[in-house]
């Protein structure tokens, strides 16, 4: 346990590191290898070139040049390519320039100004010293991952080889256009990715046959959980509070289930579907089934659905997509509710994630389905445009009362797979789902006629379990990794095979050989042969029709589909094409050094359920990154395990209530939320079975107040959820008072980790007194948002908290405590966990720390100059607001019937995306910069706000009318400012064209006008008819 209580030490990359410093020191990189690089820490110095006789043990070398001009022998043959002045967007004079509009001597000034003394640290974080570059960083990272095995991966249990087409893979997963784009809320400038969601819906209900589907979810486990929870809400919760799973559901989503069952007072009984009298069952709520099972198999399951419905229960079955294209459909046997994970359409295993989980439904169950829907409506021209719809039923509108917490959820991996279904269209699907079942109908055939028994020789998709007599199946499946075969030891008797679409025939042969060396089956007889037709039996075999839309049946070549996606693309406003200031969102850079190993085979192509032996190089990376976050937090302990920022909240007052529970203080539950967090605090709360007290704080904390509060609340007070800084944009001086007033009444301290970015390197989680927080990578690290996902969101604990972290049934990781599993797989989405992990690497402390002070300049420059147009609230005494701002718009509200709304629109006409809306503070935009833009990118930011408080001015004098002006028209289309008619009272070019820079650096046109979200609530259309 100690290892999970204190920073480990990383020696396997520690010498990775070193061996890449002296593969460079041999080389045109010369470094010096110092004693910390030997050490406990990875120190990584570039200076001079090493001797021969001592490498390692030599300080820089300074040479005279012609006499008298002195030459820096260590930086003149230092790499290159630092990537710090690539991230960080202000230049020296930019810095020295931005510091003199905000009234700030320098940037160290400027920090003393803004964060208090007594939480800030000058202790260098522990990470890598920068200097090797990016290329080093790479190399660093190839030499750790090239430890991995990539083998043949048979494992199955929901996770499966397949083909990322290059047409997808180059021009969406790796393409800037798609990958840094945010979740589309500013529906004009998103439909490209709202198109494709729909796409994905559609695909998704075509599958299952079910209604409506959402825009994804997690992973399959947390779905399943979701799935549940939703079933409580559907029924009386009270009444009817057991849920059964049958014990042939996938492992890793029973152990997902039973955690989130444990937590919000539903009993979770798993047991045999088959024999279980489901009618007997009165307080039963709903069952989930696997289709086809984790043994393989497909079981008719319309008499469970049958007994279920007769006592008012609900079937949730969790089911393969591509099973599912050639199989009958959930809804044919009685289904309420399908989910499952569509990985295996075009997206890698990545070690267990990301990917698309989905749920689909029927239409009447809408306001209780969790997650993003994509949903259509018309613009204010009466053109079709798509939206988010019914939003009111999110974490970020109802609190505590939503649906679910989810937020972020996996908006780049479902467009994949719907975009690997509009590129093979209906029949390629068909001949993948017919060839790999006539790949497990060979090997089953092959399998009988050496005598070896099978569970079935015909109910199956891709899965075949065979007897492993004489051989147990722990023995025999080591005997086939030995050659690189990964199978899967099923029970005690059994062991499954599973096939996808990357196997050959071959693969058939060299399999059946692994296993007639290993002895299977010598003594048995030869069984009647399989029919390898690549045909479900008649039982299972779909029948009804399905995909008829137009967009799977009509894209045929690669030139055509790459115009599709890029057609898509030049819809959507993203990074690429101008800054993203949407408050507590940390819209910065996402380099490509960080992005490319999540393509590297070692990476891309690792089962989650792999044997140790083959992931060697990815645990190291974790492990690695584990010891970085704690480094930036403060803290004890890491645990990667959460998929997202939501989840990580989850996790972390899981973390509270487990150890609450091992000191003989199970009874506390209640959690205190300031009224200015973040919507998923309190939804994560409830899902939590926390009891929630609110406390304003729209001034800041009142400490009277508060302290009352959890006096009040002594004996049953369990956390604290505070952001700091303050969703309210400033660093609040009495934080420390606050955490230890709640450690004195027996609570813990949860920090929301959502404003990392204004932290690093100057304060930390520990140093506030916060117990445990979550850490948004896909913010503060840098991975990129995807459009609205993936995510990932680790927590970082106390020593105290460390025993208790989330583990895992089937791999434990090592930080792995007593809490059971939150996402599916033990390290969550870890093929995206390279990212921050190259993140850190290629900063190093001080380039990290400077993300924060940047980030905080960048902030208080845009500050300084929208003051004197705009009224901004909520700053410190010193009026120095964290790395975001928040703009009240309620003057202009009362003088010219203007709201926030109308500014965000308007932005779109001047390229920029809007800032944060309504949010913590009512008839409010928050502005978040990061410390990726430059000068000149804020500059334009700025003359767009203020040319825009010019227009209202306008409006304010009566130039122009209150409902017909440039703000509430806003955005204006190609379409609109290019037609014969004109009836505005401005003029085109100041509809289209209102700043110089649009006519030099390229217009962006917003492919709709505003969007009627009211009419998209009311008559819901959810997805492709035609």
């Known amino acids: 346990m100690l290892s999970r209580m204190a920073p480990r030490d990383v020696p396997a990359v520690r010498v990775a590191a070193v061996g890449v410093l002296r593969s460079m020191a041999a080389s045109h990189h010369r470094v010096q290898l110092t004693p910390q690089m030997m050490g406990h820490a990875i120190r990584l110095k570039a200076t001079a070139a090493p001797s021969a006789a001592s490498i390692g043990h030599r300080s820089e070398t300074i040479k005279e040049v012609h006499g008298s001009e002195k030459v820096n022998m ?278 267990g994630g990301p990917s698309a989980a989905y749920m689909a439904t029927k239409k009447k169950q809408v306001r209780r389905m969790p997650g993003r829907i994509i949903g259509e409506s018309i613009d204010r021209h009466g053109n079709p445009a798509y939206r988010l719809t019914l939003q009111t039923r999110e974490q970020h509108i109802r609190l505590e009362k939503a649906t679910s917490n989810v937020c972020t959820a996996q908006v780049l991996l479902a467009n994949m797979a719907g975009m690997y279904a509009v590129f093979h269209r209906k029949d390629g699907l068909q001949r993948i789902a017919r060839r790999v079942h006539g790949l497990a109908q060979l090997f089953a055939n092959e399998l009988g006629m050496l005598g070896i028994p099978l569970l079935s020789a015909t ?14 199946p722990a023995a025999l499946v080591e005997a086939l990794q030995a050659k690189q075969l990964n199978c899967r030891a099923l029970n005690d008797t059994h062991v499954t095979v599973s096939f996808d679409e990357t196997h050959l025939e071959a693969d058939v042969k060299q399999l059946v050989a692994a296993l007639q060396t290993a002895g299977v089956g010598k003594s048995g007889a030869g069984s009647k042969a399989v029919d390898v037709d690549g045909e479900l039996p008649a039982a299972f075999a779909r029948t009804s029709p399905f995909l008829e839309q137009k967009i799977f049946n009509s894209i045929r070549s690669e030139t055509e589909m790459m115009r599709y996606i890029h057609t898509l693309q030049l819809k959507d406003l993203a990074l690429d094409k101008s800054m993203i200031s949407l ?57 990667l395990q959460p998929t997202s920022g939501a989840s990580g909240e989850y996790a972390g007052l899981l973390v509270i209530r487990e150890y609450l529970k091992s000191i003989g203080q199970g009874q506390r539950n209640v959690c205190i939320i300031p009224r200015s967090a973040h919507g998923t605090n309190p939804a994560s709360a409830a899902m939590c079975g926390m009891k929630i007290k609110w406390i304003d704080d729209a001034k800041g904390m009142d400490l009277k107040e508060f302290k009352a509060m959890c006096e009040d609340h002594k004996d049953t007070l369990a956390a604290l959820m505070v952001t700091y800084p303050s969703t309210r944009a400033f660093f609040e001086d ?133 003051e004197p147009h705009y009224q901004i609230i909520a700053t410190n005494a010193n009026n120095k607001c964290s790395h975001e701002f928040i703009i009240d718009c309620s003057d202009l509200r009362r003088k010219a019937g203007i709201v926030e ?41 700025c003359d767009a706000m203020i040319s825009i408080r010019e227009e209202i001015k306008k409006i304010e004098q009566g130039v122009w009318p209150p409902e017909d002006n440039p703000l509430k028209m806003a955005p204006h289309t190609q379409s609109e400012v290019c037609a014969t008619e004109w009836t505005h009272p401005y003029s085109r070019e100041e509809a289209a064209f209102p700043a110089p820079w649009l006519l030099k650096r390229g217009k962006f046109w917003p492919s709709t006008g505003r969007v009627d979200n009211a009419l998209g609530d009311k008559k819901l259309k959810l997805r492709h008819e035609h």
């Open 74 to 351: 260590g930086e003149l043959l230092a790499p290159s390519d630092p990537f710090i002045n690539r991230h960080l967007g202000p230049s020296p004079a930019d810095v020295d320039a931005m510091c003199k509009v905000i009234g700030a001597k320098d940037l160290d000034e400027l920090i003393s100004l803004t964060i208090p003394d007594r939480v800030r640290t000058n202790i260098p974080l522990d990470l890598p010293d920068a200097r090797m570059g990016e290329a080093g960083a790479l190399t660093l990272l190839k030499s750790i991952v090239s430890k991995n095995v990539v083998a043949k991966n048979f494992i199955g249990m929901g996770y499966h080889g397949t083909h990322v087409p290059g047409v997808i893979g180059r021009n969406l997963l790796e393409n800037p256009g798609w990958y840094t784009a945010y979740t589309p809320y500013q529906a004009e400038i998103s439909q490209g990715r709202l198109e494709s969601l729909v796409n994905y819906q559609t695909l998704v209900c075509e599958l299952t046959g079910m209604e409506i589907a959402n825009a994804s979810l997690l992973d399959e486990g947390t779905a399943a959980a979701e799935a549940m929870a939703m079933v409580a809400r559907t029924v009386n919760s009270k009444a009817k509070n057991q849920f059964f799973a049958s014990a042939d559901v996938h492992p890793q989503s029973l152990d997902v289930m039973r955690t989130r069952a444990h937590n919000f007072g539903m009993e979770l009984v798993v047991g045999d579907h088959r024999t279980t009298d489901f009618s007997s069952m009165t307080k039963l709520c709903g069952a989930l089934v696997q289709y086809p099972d984790t043994n393989g198999l497909f079981h008719d399951f319309s008499g469970v659905a049958s007994a279920l419905h007769k006592n008012g229960a609900h079937l949730v079955v969790a089911a393969d997509p591509l099973a599912l294209v050639a199989a009958k459909p959930p809804k044919e046997f009685g289904a309420d509710i399908v989910v499952g994970s569509m990985q295996r359409f075009g997206v890698p295993m990545w070690f």
């Open 459 to 472: 109910d199956f998709f891709d899965t075949v379990a065979l007897a492993s007599a004489p051989a147990k």
């Open 583 to 639: 408050g507590s969102c940390t819209m910065k850079l996402n380099s490509v050094s960080s992005l490319a190993p999540c393509s590297w085979p070692e990476i891309a192509n690792i089962h989650p359920f792999a044997p140790a032996s083959n992931t060697k190089g990815y645990v190291e990376m974790l492990e690695s990154l584990e010891q970085y976050l704690v480094s930036c937090t403060g803290f004890a302990a890491c645990s």
């Open 901 to 941: 709304e109308d500014i965000a629109k308007r932005l779109q006409d001047y390229g920029f995306h809007a800032p944060s809306m309504s949010w913590p503070v009512p008839h409010s935009l928050m502005v978040e910069p990061t410390e990726s833009e430059d000068k000149a990118e804020l500059d334009r930011f």
């Open 734 to 866: 009495n934080i420390q008072e606050i955490c230890q007033i709640v450690h004195d009444n027996g609570g813990q301290v949860y920090m929301d980790g959502a404003n990392m970015n204004a932290q690093l390197g100057l304060t930390s989680p520990e140093i506030i007194g916060s117990d445990v927080c979550h850490l948004n990578l896909h913010k503060t690290f840098s991975i990129p948002h995807g459009g609205g996902g993936p995510g990932l969101g680790p927590i970082c604990v106390r020593a105290h908290l460390a025993p208790h972290l989330p583990n895992h049934g089937i791999v434990s990781p090592s930080s792995g405590g007593t809490l059971g599993a939150v996402s599916a797989a033990p390290w969550g989405q870890a093929g995206i966990a390279c990212i921050p992990w190259m993140f850190c690497t290629m900063l190093g402390p001080k380039g990290i720390t400077d993300s924060a002070r940047y980030a905080i300049l960048n902030a208080n420059y845009l500050k300084a100059r929208l």
